[in-house]
């Protein structure tokens, strides 16, 4: 009949009950993001440090990237390679093979008489080198290296005579020449009348 309310429903209508609340809604976000915290910490400790160069030498860097970019090398072949020595430049090697004490004969005219050729370590071009010397007439040279040219070839001064050296050993000036072999010493002088003569070496 009109004006009569079914039973069984309400003046709103029928239907669900109302959701979470505001403050319920607060509590499951907040639960969420301590779960996501407490997984990272967990996975950050779990989960080894990444690796790190070691500390190298100066100049290792670019030795570790020319060995290592040659087929079949790594890295840890080229921390072992050592870095090559420097070449020494060939006036520096050649004065180096002639430092030492060398002997022989020299021909002076018909003349034959023995030398002996001392050459220091020390010795450099424009400086005092060693001494030459001879025995008749016995004279003992101090030696200035004037200049190496190819060959090698040592051009040596005698300036100055050692006490006790004879009155008639040539004149002071340029021009006692050496070529150096393996051991050997092919001479010339240009002092005087010439001469020329083979020496090895002794020591």
Partial sequence: MVGRQQPGRSAAGSGRGPG???????????L????????????????????????LPAGASSN????????????????????PAPVPPPRSAALEGLTGTWTGLAR???????????VTDSCSEGGPCGTLSTDAPACVGNLTLVNVTDGPVF?????????????????????????????????????GDG???RLTRVR
């Fill in 195 to 197: 001469g020329s003569g």
């Fill in 155 to 191: 051009e040596f001064g005698t300036r100055t005579y050692a006490p006790g050296s004879s009155p008639s050993c040539v004149p002071h000036a340029d021009g006692e020449l050496f070529v150096l072999g393996d051991d050997v010493l092919a001479y010339r002088t240009e002092l």
């Fill in 108 to 118: 002076v005219g018909a003349q034959r008489m023995p030398i002996t050729l001392v």
């Fill in 20 to 30: 979470l609340s505001a403050a319920g809604w607060a509590l499951v976000m907040a």
């Fill in 64 to 83: 570790i990237a020319a060995t290592a970019s040659k087929p079949g090398t790594t890295a840890d072949d080229a921390l072992l390679t050592p870095a």
């Fill in 32 to 55: 969420c993001a301590l779960a996501i915290t407490g997984g990272v910490s967990v996975l950050t400790r779990l989960l080894p440090p990444a690796a790190t160069a070691p500390d």
